[in-house]
């Protein structure tokens, strides 16, 4: 008889839990550009932009699978995961981009705490991705004013060479009619 009243309590109601996609930052979407698509179970459910995308799954096993788009309608960045609902345990799943064509992205699952917990987070990974792309811009610098150097330096050795080689010329010359 228990069962069967927790069974009339329950009927008409999904078991299973929230899961949140984390939203991307704006530094990530201003740096890496696209959308990024989000399938379960095969199916495509949404695109992961600046809110966060939260859904209700069941209970059991489901299949999430995120990529990014990419030029010329092409899809970069495939990742993959299983995770297994159970009543209540609500998720976060991130996804973070490829930093290459080649690479594939990365979806860490963890459980959902607060929607403080994803502020804090999306905070943090501005932050990187900014400090990542001032040290990038400080080796271009450093890059640029080598390669400055070099040719400076291959400008005043081509200038002695041909120097060199004029004061030869009239050398020779002086002592052919000298």
Not at 9 to 23: C, I, Q, S, T, Y
Not at 127 to 133: E, F, G, T, V
Request: charged fraction near 30%; glycine fraction near 6%.
């Amino acid at each position: 008889m228990r069962r069967l009243t927790q069974w009339l309590k329950n009927w008409g109601k999904a078991v299973g839990a929230k899961v949140v996609f984390m939203r991307r930052p704006l530094k990530e979407i201003e740096l890496f550009g696209g959308d990024v698509y989000i399938d379960i179970d095969g199916k495509n459910v949404g695109i992961l932009k600046t809110m966060d995308f939260v859904t209700f799954l069941e209970n059991g096993k489901h299949t999430i699978k995120m990529y990014k788009s990419h030029k010329y309608d092409t899809y970069i960045g495939f990742a993959e995961t299983e995770v297994d609902i159970m009543d209540g345990m609500d998720l976060l799943v991130k996804y973070s981009c490829p930093m290459t064509v080649s690479q594939p992205g990365n979806i860490i699952v963890s459980d959902y705490k607060s929607e403080e917990q994803i502020a804090e987070e999306v905070l943090e990974r501005e932050k990187k991705i900014s400090a990542d792309q001032r040290k990038d811009e400080r080796n271009k610098k450093e890059i640029e004013r080598k390669n400055r150097n070099g040719v400076i330096i291959f400008i005043v050795l081509l200038i002695i060479t041909l120097l060199i080689i004029y004061s030869m010329f009239l050398a020779q010359i002086q002592w052919i009619y000298g």
